[in-house]
């Protein structure tokens, strides 16, 4: 199977992290998983990815904050990142961009589309 990109899915959820690294590595791409939000951002200096999978709802730092800490570090503006939440209330996908979200995933997933979601994103933020 090719290499289609490294994605860092930053979730607090152990099941939720073992389902998308399984759904997206059987098409090929390379999944690193930070679980402590604390950590995400040294773990995107270190990793550089094609693409972030933010889970919103975390503990000591949601997502909204650390995607706009990643948003405003130097030369990771133009990484793509997308809200993956449970988060779907009205208001709630308008939050997620105004925090400096790329895009809008809502859980649960649907498996069987992920993939071309994330091939969409990933393909926008290169070009």
Do not use: H, W
């Amino acid at each position: 199977m090719s290499d289609k990109g490294a994605v860092l899915y930053i979730e607090d959820n152990f099941d939720n992290r073992v389902l998308i690294r399984r759904v997206l590595e059987s098409e090929g791409y390379k999944v690193f998983e930070v679980e402590d939000p604390t950590n995400a951002v040294e773990e995107v200096v270190k990793i550089k990815p094609d693409l972030i999978l933010m889970d919103i709802n975390m503990p000591e730092i949601d997502g909204y904050t650390l995607t706009t800490r990643i948003k405003s570090q130097p030369g990771f503006s133009s990484i793509p990142i997308v809200a993956l939440t449970a988060n779907v209330m009205r208001g709630d996908r308008e939050k997620s961009l105004e925090a400096g979200c790329d895009g809008y995933i809502q859980k649960p997933v649907d498996i069987d589309t992920l993939c071309q979601q994330v091939d969409r994103y990933i393909r926008k933020g290169q070009a």
